[in-house]
C-alpha cells in the first residue's frame, strides 16, 4: 500500500521559515515527479510547486518564488518544501502529490497526481 506522510508543518510568526518533508511508502517515485499543493477552507486546492524526477525541472506557484524551494532525495523516497519569508497568506493545508506517470516533467495540475499524503497544517501568524 502506498503512503504518503507529510511532516514538518506547524505555527510561525510572519516572515520566518519551515521544512516540509514527505516521506514516501510502499514504492519508489524515483522516476517520476512529486509535487507540493495546499488548500485553505473554502477554497480550491492551489499548486505550489512540483519536482521532475531528478531534481533537474522545478516550478513554482508565481507568489512562491524566490520564497519557497522544493527538493527532493531519491535515496530517502523524500520530496521537500522549504518555505522561508513566510506570510499569512501562505498559511494552509499542505498536501504532497505523486504520480506513477513516468517521465522528466514536473506536471502542475492535480489531476496528474495519483497520491497524496494526508496534510500538514502550516499557519503563519501576522
Known amino acids: 500500500q502506498v503512503q504518503l506522510v507529510e511532516s514538518g508543518g506547524g505555527l510561525v510568526q510572519a516572515g520566518g521559515s519551515l521544512r516540509l518533508s514527505c516521506v514516501a511508502s510502499?514504492?519508489?517515485?524515483?522516476?517520476?515527479?512529486m509535487a507540493w499543493f495546499r488548500q485553505t477552507p473554502g477554497k480550491e486546492r492551489e499548486f505550489v510547486a512540483a519536482?521532475?524526477?531528478?531534481?533537474?525541472?522545478?516550478k513554482n506557484l508565481d507568489s512562491v518564488k524566490g520564497r519557497f524551494t522544493i527538493s527532493r532525495d531519491n535515496a530517502k523516497n523524500t520530496v521537500y518544501l522549504q518555505m522561508n519569508s513566510l506570510k499569512p497568506e501562505d498559511t494552509a493545508v499542505y498536501y504532497c502529490?505523486?504520480?506513477?506517470?513516468?517521465?522528466?516533467?514536473?506536471?502542475?495540475?492535480?489531476?496528474?497526481?495519483?497520491?497524496w499524503g494526508q496534510g500538514t497544517q502550516v499557519t503563519v501568524s501576522s
Open positions: 502529490a505523486a504520480t506513477s506517470v513516468v517521465g522528466r516533467t514536473a506536471y502542475t495540475e492535480g489531476g496528474m497526481y495519483t497520491y
Open positions: 510502499g514504492r519508489t517515485f524515483n522516476d517520476s515527479p
Open positions: 519536482i521532475n524526477w531528478n531534481g533537474g525541472s522545478t
